[in-house]
T-cell receptor, first 113, second 112 residues
Framework: DAGVIQSPRHEVTEMGQEVTLRCKPI?????LFWYRQTMMRGLELLIY????????DSGMPEDRFSAKMPNASFSTLKIQPSEPRDSAVYFC???????????FGPGTRLTVL | ELKVEQNPLFLSMQEGKNYTIYCNYS?????LYWYRQDPGKSLESLFV?????AVKQEGRLMASLDTKARLSTLHITAAVHDLSATYFC????????????FGTGTRLKVLA
């Protein structure tokens, strides 16, 4: 079975540019989570969805960040405009139900110059 | 504020030795997860602990959960080099927020 799929795996962009990260959850999973990992702050939950509906976006750092889940098999995390402090590894995870084991994708390593 | 603390943060140990990683959390929870992360890689699920007294074992790793003490342990038996990685615990509070709170991670290095 395919796990959580994320693209791109690496992204290098310049400050001010728009960045879009993509995630395909495991088929059948109905909860999706976006995390950010940095050395300084560790793993942070940004936003999560249940049945395609955003449940809690309190972890989104600021208005430059937005996330959507138009259907059960696809989600995006967008940063516009990007800043160097957004450089991090962004993970997507999915689970069957909110109270369940989460399975993580390979991550997208974002570098903003 | 919910806190999840792991100790030690760094652990360097010889092959063949035993050691325990501790995960303390500050709120009520009866669900705790352990993950492994290799450098530059994603998080791999190791154990799911869903009740007080739960104990799970896989190979040289054994995890346990004491919800009354708000403590989980990850015990390593006769460590081997392949266990070198960072280990995270994650707590799922029973407050209904459905938000994993991750510990700081324990970076384990097993020396040959």
């Amino acid at each position: 079975d395919a796990g959580v799929i994320q693209s791109p795996r690496h992204e290098v962009t310049e400050m001010g540019q728009e960045v879009t990260l993509r995630c395909k959850p495991i088929s059948g999973h109905n909860s999706l989570f976006w995390y950010r990992q940095t050395m300084m702050r560790g793993l942070e939950l940004l936003i999560y969805f249940n049945n395609n509906v955003p449940i809690d976006d309190s972890g989104m750092p600021e208005d430059r960040f937005s996330a959507k889940m138009p259907n059960a098999s696809f989600s995006t995390l967008k940063i516009q405009p990007s800043e160097p402090r957004d450089s991090a590894v962004y993970f997507c995870a999915s689970s069957f139900g909110l109270v369940a084991e989460q399975f993580f994708g390979p991550g997208t390593r974002l570098t903003v110059l | 504020e919910l806190k999840v603390e792991q100790n030690p943060l760094f652990l360097s140990m010889q092959e063949g030795k035993n050691y325990t990683i501790y995960c303390n959390y500050s709120t009520t929870s009866d669900r705790l997860y352990w993950y492994r992360q290799d450098p530059g890689k994603s998080l791999e699920s190791l154990f799911v602990l869903l009740s007080n007294g739960a104990v799970k074992q896989e190979g040289r790793l054994m995890a346990s959960l004491d919800t009354k003490a708000r403590l989980s342990t990850l015990h390593i038996t006769a460590a081997v080099h392949d266990l070198s990685a960072t280990y995270f615990c994650a707590v799922d509070p029973t407050s209904g927020t459905y938000k994993y709170i991750f510990g700081t991670g324990t970076r384990l290095k097993v020396l040959a």
